[in-house]
């Protein structure tokens, strides 16, 4: 959200904040495709997949 309102005006990120976010993404990808069984650079797609299905 901060990242999408930054990015509205304009501005960008700091990079330790976009270093932050990198990290916590990888993260959760990695804990979502342990439980999917699937391989964390998947996840969002599949994600995206289902959502489409809705």
Not at 14 to 43: M, N, R, T
Request: charged fraction near 35%; hydrophobic fraction near 40%; glycine fraction near 4%.
């Amino acid at each position: 959200l901060h990242k999408t309102e930054r990015e509205e005006s304009g501005k960008r990120l700091h990079q330790s904040d976009e270093a932050f976010l990198k990290e916590a993404e990888a993260l959760i990808y990695e804990e979502f495709a342990v439980v999917l069984g699937i391989e964390p650079v998947k996840v969002l797609d599949y994600i995206m997949d289902e959502i489409s299905k809705l």
